[in-house]
């Protein structure tokens, strides 16, 4: 079933003057219920403006955005509503904390829902548990938390809304390698337990390929390739002439082709680089002992 | 959008008022808005319309922006030319208990009317063709002399450029924790003036926070590359006055001293 739809949608920045600049360009794509996508493109290619037409905080210069099928813009006024099915993390969302504890904070999204004391509450205690903040944690004030801390307090206050779609603008940005992997293994957790649609902007190809469904590339305002991570990362040269990498397993296995080993294409992770290797190392080693 | 906001933005270009000495322009709008001042009669102020005119001409903007300039002051425009409606001798055109619309009023509020607006023009012309680092450059300099008082100089300039530096950042900063904050579904467009103010906490809160953490990092990394202040210090645009700079003077010059002049020798009551 589809979920979002995205119909020739265009966007201008500052139209009519010498600041003028189209950051969109007819884009059109959809986005199944369920499904995690991973939307990767150079910097300025779009991506930031095409993920904020998705919960109406920018409204398309033509086209139109549908969530179940219905113009998210048909009634104005209601856009609020859209943006609790639609919600978004932005890159950097520790500097978006402003509330005296941790647990006010990630309560403003909910509050503003108008839920009840107790769903708010039960919602907060939630988002907390998906993203690993301790009881004492959420007393605290965000301020006093450490950086990763921030980001995970920031991320629950999206979460305990409930959107069924989730979008994330570089969620690791920034981070160490563990708050990293952290943060992806936690959104993987909440992904799998609650069954809704996951966007995930970002410029580690690694989390890309570990984690995406589907791949959306952008380039200079254009969708140039969406599609099963295996099939976008095996377009290595067109992905470079953008710009952008394949992950580093994938252009290991691409040079050991390259060299003539028999090694598989749309090998996009460790483990997958590991389980074609082994084999052909054990046939090798077969042979010297044969020989 | 916050950003939207006109606030005598500057638009690169490369026409001759683009390319000016940025002192002798910051010089000419002072002494072009003095003179507006001082033409008493309508030739007086023609002779400084038109100077502003060929200013805006080789400006190379279009009319438009300066219209849209326009739109602030509007509102003052119309209330204070309606004022000196009522104001002045003459013969009486209009009558209605203590109001009275005279000849003299009527030239009166014309006369302000246009006074205004072209000085909003002859402001605009100097905001669009000057980037704000070239005019505290230009402010530095003409201040230098107060130096000797004592006044620091260049830290104000330093405080100047930063501040105007970071107006845009800042409003970007707005923009996007808006935008975070609205993805929450913060209400900021809807219900009385104390409920916007509430809106308006979880907005400036954040806001405060990282402007406090830019001015430190700011003040790390001018440390940094070994900043100490304005003694020692040289430039590395030096500026130079050109031929186009004394010409433009010259002719500015010319029409202040025609402003006097005709000040002093026409005494017409309409003229």
Same mark, same amino acid.
């Given at each position: 079933m589809k979920i979002l739809e995205v119909k020739g949608v265009s966007y201008q920045y500052s139209p009519k003057t010498p600041f003028c600049k189209t950051a969109l360009e007819d884009v059109s794509f959809s986005?199944?219920?369920? /499904?995690?996508?991973?939307? $990767?493109?150079?910097?300025?290619?779009?991506?930031?403006?095409? $993920?904020?037409?998705?919960?109406?905080l920018l409204r398309p210069t033509s086209g139109t955005v549908l969530l179940h099928g219905k113009d998210i813009w048909e009634n104005p006024k209601k856009i609020r509503s859209i943006r609790f099915q639609v919600g978004m993390v932005f890159q950097y969302p520790e500097y978006q904390l402003f509330e005296e504890t941790v647990e006010k904070d990630i309560a403003f999204?909910?509050?503003?829902?108008?839920?009840s004391d107790s769903e708010i509450h039960d919602r907060v205690q939630a988002a907390a548990k998906f993203v690993?903040?301790?009881? /004492?944690? &959420?007393?605290k004030s965000p301020f006093e938390l450490s950086g990763g801390e921030k980001r995970r307090a920031a991320i629950a206050g999206v979460i305990a809304m409930d959107p069924e779609v989730l979008i994330l603008d570089e969620p690791t940005a920034g981070l160490d390698p563990m708050g990293r992997d952290l943060i992806l293994s936690q959104l993987m957790e909440y992904h799998r337990e609650r069954k809704n649609t996951v966007l995930v902007v970002s410029h580690s190809m690694e989390d890309i390929a570990a984690t995406a469904d589907r791949v959306l590339v952008l380039d200079q305002g254009n969708v140039v390739m969406f599609g099963e991570p295996a099939e976008v990362f095996s377009r290595g040269p067109e992905l470079a @002439?953008?710009?952008?990498?394949?992950?580093? $397993?994938?252009?290991?296995?691409?040079?050991?082709? @390259?060299?003539?080993?028999?090694?598989?294409?749309?090998? &996009?992770? &460790?483990?997958?680089?590991?389980?074609a290797l082994l084999p052909l190392m054990k046939r090798q080693e077969g042979g010297k002992a044969d020989g | 959008m916050v950003r939207d906001i006109t606030l005598g933005q500057f638009l690169p270009g490369d026409s001759l008022m683009h390319r000016l000495d940025p002192r002798a322009k910051l010089g000419l709008t002072l002494s072009v808005i003095v003179f507006i001042f001082v033409a008493g009669n309508f030739l007086g102020l023609a002779v400084m319309t038109g100077l502003v005119f060929l200013g805006m001409a080789v400006s190379g903007v279009s009319i438009g922006r300066y219209l849209k300039s326009l739109k602030v002051v509007l509102l003052v425009v119309l209330f204070t030319s309606l004022l000196n409606l009522f104001y002045g001798g003459g013969e009486v055109l209009w009558e209605w208990g203590f109001l009275r619309i005279t000849w003299g009023g009527v030239s009166n509020s014309i006369f302000v009317a246009v006074r205004i607006i072209v000085l909003i023009f002859a402001s605009s012309v100097l905001?669009?063709?000057?980037?704000?680092?070239? =005019?505290? *450059?230009? +402010? #530095?300099?003409?201040?230098?002399?107060?130096?000797? %008082?004592?006044?620091?100089?260049?830290? %104000?300039?330093?405080?100047?450029?930063?501040? =105007?530096?970071? %107006?845009?950042?800042? +409003?970007?900063?707005t923009d996007?924790?808006?935008?975070?904050?609205k993805?929450?579904?913060? *209400?900021?467009?809807?219900?009385? %003036?104390?409920?916007?103010?509430?809106? +308006?906490?979880?907005?400036?809160?954040?806001?405060?926070?990282?402007?406090?953490?830019?001015?430190?990092?700011?003040?790390?990394?001018? #440390? !940094?590359? !070994?900043?100490?202040?304005?003694?020692?210090?040289?430039?590395?645009?030096?500026?130079?006055?050109?031929a186009r700079d004394y010409i433009s003077c010259g002719v500015a010059a010319a029409a202040g001293a025609g402003v006097i002049l005709l000040r002093i020798f026409i005494t017409h009551p309409y003229l």
């Open positions: 986005i199944e219920q369920g /499904e995690w996508i991973g939307v $990767i493109g150079h910097t300025g290619s779009g991506k930031s403006t095409l $993920i904020q037409h998705l919960n109406g999204g909910p509050r503003n829902q108008k839920l690993g903040l301790s009881q /004492e944690m &959420l007393k @002439d953008m710009g952008l990498q394949v992950p580093q $397993i994938t252009q290991i296995m691409a040079k050991l082709r @390259d060299k003539g080993y028999p090694v598989p294409a749309g090998v &996009l992770t &460790l483990q997958q680089a590991v389980q | 905001t669009f063709t000057t980037s704000p680092t070239q =005019l505290t *450059d230009a +402010l #530095e300099r003409l201040m230098k002399p107060l130096s000797l %008082i004592r006044v620091p100089v260049h830290e %104000i300039a330093m405080m100047m450029t930063i501040a =105007l530096r970071f %107006i845009p950042t800042l +409003l970007e900063e996007k924790i808006m935008n975070a904050q993805a929450r579904g913060a *209400d900021m467009e809807s219900g009385g %003036i104390l409920k916007r103010v509430k809106a +308006l906490v979880p907005v400036l809160v954040p806001l405060f926070v990282s402007s406090f953490r830019r001015a430190y990092e700011l003040a790390t990394a001018m #440390e !940094c590359r !070994c900043y100490r202040g304005g003694k020692g210090r040289t430039k590395m645009k030096i500026l130079h006055m050109k």
